[in-house]
């Protein structure tokens, strides 16, 4: 192999591993998330949370 081959080899080697740890990084970031927006008024009045092991009249 000679001098000219190596280099090459080893450029594509080394190109493909960074771009194989880019590619891993970029899977491994926190993905963006969409905040809601909250409404100054809301149309109704706000309820607790009840009891989830209690059947409720819309369970059917």
Known sequence: MTRRKFIR???GACSASVMGVW???A???P???VRAVRLKKYPGSLRTLG???KQSKWSG
Do not use: H, V
């Open 23 to 25: 590619w891993l990084m």
């Open 31 to 33: 993905r963006k998330f």
């Open 51 to 53: 009891d989830i092991s």
């Open 9 to 11: 080899k080893l450029i």
């Open 27 to 29: 899977k491994a970031s």
